[in-house]
């Protein structure tokens, strides 16, 4: 017998997998267990077109990220009026057109300006006409398909003002286990309310908190983010992670995390006016690198260069061109 070798005694019982029935953390489990969960995850994700999670809607952003998983924490930064929030509702909107059950908790607008912003991006009118009710027959025309399409989308906007992180827990473990979410969108971290005994310890500990909500109840939990001015001291004004207003502990806990940068924001005479940047500066087990699509803020949307709108395959429900009622490329193929 070797020296790594020992003479064990034989159990009169097998060792359950879930060892909660011997008292122990049911988040511990044996090693088996996860092959049967990761195998039956990659064949989802090869039937649909490789995402190993949900769709952002932007496809280079998907090809870099492989969607966004379920315990993953992702942080979205940008400086006041860059457009962290348009982004968050791009996301929000690509769930609510593929049915994707999804909440939006919004600390900073009531729920009629997030109607109004989606309402806008959506139907392709512009959101200060929109705002103004200065709508001709068409505009009105693309208000009813859209309300109609919309109708029984499982989306919910949650504008209560000043939620502390224990309510935001309660929201979205509801939301899970009665409504079925798939993932939670919460802009933005910094305007969460929490008690601790500096400013930075409470970010701090609502970033591990929030994170630690989505863990709990596996979905995806997308965080906005307020960066501070330091990109401006900068040339070209490019954020960086460490830019994350009130603590590092945002950046630290990120699995993704994205800024958003607008070339023209600081500089009305920038080259690239219309144009941004959403930089992948952290992206945990994937690479790093920077998307560049549309600023169209009179719409309050970001847009894919040259895209074609998309819709829910009736299949397998993932984000293909084509129209509404139809299935994807791969789908048609499969008899």
């Known amino acids: 017998m070797s020296d790594y070798e020992h003479d064990w005694p034989e159990l009169d019982e097998p060792i359950p997998d879930d060892l909660s029935t011997l008292g122990l953390d049911p988040s511990c489990v044996r090693w088996n267990t996860l092959a049967e ?17 949900l769709p952002t809607g932007f496809v280079a952003l998907d090809d870099m990220l492989q969607g966004l998983r379920p315990g993953q924490f992702v ?9 962290k ?22 600390l900073e607008m009531t729920r009629d300006e997030v109607w109004l912003r989606q309402a806008s991006a959506a139907c392709s009118i512009d959101h200060k006409r929109l705002k103004g009710g200065q709508l001709d027959d068409s505009d009105w025309t693309k208000l009813a398909r859209w309300v109609g399409d919309t109708d029984d989308a499982p989306s919910w906007v949650c504008d209560k003002p000043r939620m502390t992180l224990a309510e935001v827990d309660a929201l979205v473990m509801t939301g899970v286990e009665q409504h079925g979410w798939q993932s939670v969108i ?46 401006n001291k900068r040339t070209g004004g490019v954020p960086k992670l460490s830019d994350m207003r009130e603590s590092a502990a945002l950046e630290h806990e990120a699995d993704i995390a994205i800024l958003v940068h607008r070339p023209d924001y600081d500089d009305p005479k920038s080259e690239r006016k219309g144009e941004a940047d959403f930089i992948v500066e952290k992206n945990r087990g994937g690479p790093k690198g920077t998307v560049t699509v549309a600023a169209q803020m009179h719409f309050q949307r970001f847009r894919e260069f040259d895209v074609e709108e998309l819709t829910a395959c009736v299949s397998c429900y993932a984000p293909h061109p084509g129209q509404a009622g139809t299935k994807c490329g791969q789908c048609s193929r499969r008899r």
């Open 75 to 83: 942080v979205v930064g940008g400086l006041t009026g860059a457009g």
């Open 186 to 231: 919460v802009d933005y971290a910094q305007i969460v309310r929490h008690k601790a005994g500096t400013r930075e310890r409470e970010v701090a500990e609502i970033a591990v908190g929030l994170k630690e909500i989505g863990r709990k109840a596996k979905i995806p939990m997308v965080v906005g983010a307020q960066l501070n001015r330091e990109a």
């Open 37 to 53: 969960t990761n195998l039956a995850a990659l064949e989802a994700a090869g039937e649909q077109q490789g995402l190993g999670g």
């Open 85 to 106: 929030s348009v982004l968050l509702g791009d996301l929000f909107r690509t769930w609510m057109t593929l049915k994707i059950p999804s909440s939006l908790v919004t």
